[in-house]
């Protein structure tokens, strides 16, 4: 039987039903995650689903706390307005929302992004450029990152596109290409080598094996404090 690559479900635990995330992967075992983009399950391929919410279930306990806890992280949503912090690159942008009439792209000046907008009050249309502004900036940001770092493989740099993934920063597909979520442009510049370097990696093994950490040491030997650094802030940059 074959499953969908990338499905939402739902499953009851005890006190609580729940919407999850399941990506199945060229993979042998089950993995479990929680983060702010709630449950993510990884599994093989061919995995059934009454043994996936076995497995669930049997994490129950454990998966209803990591939920609660990342629920009391969870930051205020944002309202577009002067004044609020935009994370860039592990620094920060102050968000300035002026009135025009005359179509206008962002402009960053120092420590702040100045956004025109028709309606200073419009939260969505402001929204709409800013995301508009990161993405131009990660297409930029990442291909020459991209290209330095497959430079350490004597690889050319592969094709890549941005996607909107909000429980994976990079995938490498069995073609050969990489897809890097547009949101990982707000983390410092050692999470995004990491990221890249985990995802050129699998040019070379498609799998998690020893071999695999070996070529992403080799990529960037300092990746470890940086992997460590994603998997606790990275929900920070998830709040838009």
Not at 80 to 90: D, F, K, N, T, Y
Not at 183 to 195: F, G, H, S, T, W
Not at 214 to 222: C, L, Q
């Given at each position: 039987?074959?499953y969908?690559?990338?499905?939402?479900?739902?499953?009851?635990?005890?006190?609580?039903?729940?919407?999850?995330?399941?990506?199945?992967?060229?993979?042998?075992?089950?993995?479990?995650?929680?983060?702010?983009?709630?449950?993510?399950?990884?599994?093989?391929?061919?995995?059934?689903?009454?043994?996936?919410?076995?497995?669930?279930?049997?994490?129950?306990?454990?998966?209803?706390?990591?939920?609660?806890?990342?629920?009391?992280?969870?930051?205020?949503?944002?309202?577009?307005?002067?004044?609020?912090?935009?994370?860039?690159?592990?620094?920060?942008l102050?968000?300035?929302?002026?009135?025009t009439?005359?179509?206008?792209?962002?402009?960053?000046?120092?420590?702040?992004?100045?956004?025109?907008?028709?309606?200073?009050?419009?939260?969505?249309?402001?929204?709409?450029?800013?995301?508009?502004?990161?993405?131009?900036?990660?297409?930029?940001?990442?291909?020459?990152r991209?290209?330095?770092?497959?430079?350490?493989?004597?690889?050319?740099?592969?094709?890549?596109?941005?996607?909107?993934?909000?429980?994976?920063?990079?995938?490498?597909?069995?073609e050969?290409?990489?897809?890097?979520?547009?949101?990982?442009?707000?983390?410092?510049?050692?999470?995004?080598?990491?990221v890249?370097?985990?995802?050129?990696?699998?040019l070379?093994?498609?799998?998690?094996?020893?071999?695999?950490?070996?070529?992403?040491?080799?990529?960037?030997?300092?990746?470890?404090?940086?992997?460590?650094?994603?998997?606790r802030?990275?929900?920070?940059?998830?709040?838009?």
């Amino acid at each position: 039987m074959s499953y969908p690559r990338e499905e939402s479900r739902v499953i009851a635990l005890p006190g609580r039903v729940i919407t999850y995330t399941l990506v199945r992967r060229s993979r042998r075992s089950i993995r479990l995650k929680v983060d702010q983009a709630g449950l993510t399950v990884s599994a093989p391929p061919r995995e059934p689903y009454r043994h996936l919410e076995q497995v669930i279930r049997e994490r129950g306990h454990w998966i209803l706390e990591k939920l609660k806890e990342m629920e009391a992280r969870r930051l205020p949503p944002r309202r577009w307005r002067s004044g609020e912090a935009l994370p860039l690159l592990g620094e920060s942008l102050e968000l300035i929302v002026y009135a025009t009439h005359t179509r206008a792209e962002p402009i960053r000046t120092a420590s702040r992004l100045w956004v025109g907008v028709p309606d200073a009050n419009d939260g969505e249309a402001v929204k709409l450029q800013v995301v508009s502004w990161y993405r131009r900036l990660a297409t930029q940001e990442f291909t020459g990152r991209i290209a330095r770092l497959a430079a350490r493989l004597a690889l050319k740099p592969p094709p890549f596109r941005l996607s909107e993934a909000r429980t994976t920063w990079g995938v490498c597909t069995p073609e050969g290409r990489l897809r890097l979520s547009w949101r990982l442009i707000k983390a410092p510049p050692e999470q995004i080598d990491y990221v890249i370097a985990h995802e050129l990696a699998h040019l070379r093994h498609m799998n998690h094996s020893p071999a695999f950490w070996e070529t992403v040491a080799a990529i960037y030997p300092d990746y470890r404090p940086h992997a460590e650094a994603l998997e606790r802030d990275g929900h920070l940059y998830h709040t838009f």
